[in-house]
């Protein structure tokens, strides 16, 4: 299998001087459930955010399915979905206009059956007219996930989708990695929860 996620010693330091990323590199192959693992403050996210451009990075180089993020930007983030932490949502607007704009962003034309099948895939279809303020804290979720992969990314980053929720919906999420990774996405995902990395990964 080709690797479709190459860092090559990447470091970022904040302008206090605190060094967030020190000389990391990774290769992460098509096709894997990958978990970076370790506690609050460890890193995890100004990683994931430097890999999708969120977080500008110091040195070293990274590449996605052989695009590097900074050179070829465009190219890298069209294949790439990242699901954050927090809950950024149109609370006013249907799951089926949150999830359709999303894939328009990205510059894909309008693929109706992708995204009736992607909701399906997510238990969300019941639920596409409705506002996302309707929604309980685990359906939001879930249509960030929807969000992410509105434009058929390859590479997808989930940053601790499991976190602040009860122990049912962790279980309904490890499922719903795992149905993801089976239709063929490479997932990255971040946690603190040693058991969710030694389940999923």
Known sequence: MKNILEINN?????????????????????????????????????????????????????KIDGYDVIKDYRKARQITGIVPQELFLESFETVWKNVNYSRGLFGKPKNHKYIEELLELLSLWDKKDSKIKELSGGMKRRVLIAKALSHEPKLIFLDEPTASIDVELRKETWDVVRALNKKGSTIVLTTHYIEEAEELS
């Open 10 to 62: 990447v470091n970022k330091s904040y302008s206090n001087s605190f060094k967030a990323l020190e000389n990391i590199s990774l290769n992460i192959k098509e096709g894997e459930i990958f978990s970076l693992l370790g506690p609050n403050g460890a890193g995890k996210s100004t990683l994931i955010n430097s890999i999708c451009g969120i977080v500008n990075f110091n040195s070293g180089t990274i």
